[in-house]
């Protein structure tokens, strides 16, 4: 679930600088998960569900499971971005290339 591809199909680089590297990932994945649930929260103050604590528990701990793998792969995005830096040099040549 959430595989990282080895490399970019267009430029060749390499998206896993060293073993491991999207452990760190997790951390961001909490931030994620925070924002999730306050969100679900505040959207259950806005459609004005009348819910209790263990209700607006309930309703994080589910919106957390059906976003989990999209918390997983925006995570691992963000942490890659801390990292991967875009090099306009490369993405030039690379168009070039890809329309001769
Ligand atoms: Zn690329």
Same mark, same amino acid.
Do not use: A, M, V, W
């Given at each position: 679930m959430n595989k990282v591809k080895?490399?970019? @199909?267009?430029?060749?680089?390499?998206?896993?600088? @060293?073993?491991?590297?999207?452990?760190?990932s997790m951390y961001i994945s909490y931030a994620v998960g925070v924002a999730v649930a306050v969100t679900a929260y505040v959207l259950s103050l806005i459609f004005n569900m009348q819910l209790g604590p263990t209700g607006i528990l309930g309703i994080i701990i589910i919106s957390l499971v059906v976003l989990m793998p999209y918390i997983g792969a925006v995570s691992k995005s963000i942490w890659a971005h801390f990292f991967l830096k875009y090099n306009p040099e490369i993405a030039k040549k690379v168009s070039n290339d890809s329309r001769t």
């Open positions: 080895d490399r970019c @199909e267009k430029c060749n680089l390499n998206f896993h600088i @060293e073993p491991s590297f999207y452990t760190g």
